[in-house]
Antibody
Framework: QVQLKESGPGLVQPSETLSLTCTVSGFSLTSYSVSWVRQPSGKGPEWMGRMWYDGDTAYNSALKSRLSISRDTSKNQVFLKMNSLQTDDTGTYYC??????????WGQGTLVTVSS | DVVMTQTPVSLSVSLGGQVSISCRSSQSLVHNNGNTYLSWYLQKPGQSPQLLIYKVSNRFSGISDRFSGSGSGTDFTLKISRVEPDDLGVYYCGQGTQYPPTFGAGTKLELK
């Protein structure tokens, strides 16, 4: 079945870079796109960016200058890197298998806290 | 960006009852291909959001027919009938018509 699992550090220092990995199973990254979505505690989700099935990427313009998404299809992994983290970047980060216009499958999420 | 406004912010319901949640978008969600990409998600306590409805009224795989979506243009509604304990949580609407995809702030469904 379709599964996605996020991994990465739970705590990041202000101004540092966040690196997260999404490991997928049950589908191919060359057939489906994967998006990163984050959610501050008690707030609605925010779409961050997408790794298209063809290897292209798309980013939320609000984050584009700080964000990079890449993948390793041989390892079934999608990566997120975001630099210059601030306290308002604290929240739960999800990877999702999306159908371009909606988000069908979500990982369990990983909590990222930005604090010194 | 398209702003999604959900009302009410919270809702109390008795088990077995029916509720409606409203979602309004700041721009029409009709895509230039004619489809309307409005979806609904439920986030149960401590869990990830799960897709309930896509393209306004299409139930995702395994979703009960107690959930129904309707609407057009900028105004949409999610109805939940015969509410069960497992339906409690926060409901979000989301749009995938315009970039970037955006979500509402959520409607919390609680027991009366």
């Amino acid at each position: 079945q379709v599964q996605l699992k996020e991994s990465g550090p739970g705590l990041v220092q202000p101004s540092e870079t966040l690196s997260l990995t999404c490991t997928v199973s049950g589908f191919s990254l060359t057939s489906y796109s994967v998006s990163w979505v984050r959610q501050p505690s008690g707030k609605g989700p925010e779409w961050m960016g997408r790794m298209w099935y063809d290897g292209d990427t798309a980013y939320n313009s609000a984050l584009k200058s700080r964000l990079s998404i890449s993948r390793d299809t041989s390892k079934n992994q999608v990566f997120l890197k975001m630099n210059s983290l601030q306290t308002d970047d604290t929240g739960t980060y999800y990877c999702t298998r999306d159908s371009t216009h909606w988000f069908a499958y979500w990982g369990q999420g990983t909590l990222v806290t930005v604090s010194s | 960006d398209v702003v999604m406004t959900q009302t009410p912010v919270s809702l109390s319901v008795s088990l077995g009852g029916q509720v409606s949640i409203s979602c309004r978008s700041s721009q029409s969600l009709v895509h230039n291909n004619g489809n309307t990409y409005l979806s609904w998600y439920l986030q149960k306590p401590g869990q990830s959001p799960q897709l309930l409805i896509y393209k306004v009224s299409n139930r995702f795989s395994g979703i009960s027919d107690r959930f129904s979506g309707s609407g057009s243009g900028t105004d949409f509604t999610l109805k939940i009938s015969r509410v069960e304990p497992d339906d409690l949580g926060v409901y979000y609407c989301g749009q995938g018509t315009q970039y970037p995809p955006t979500f509402g702030a959520g409607t919390k469904l609680e027991l009366k």
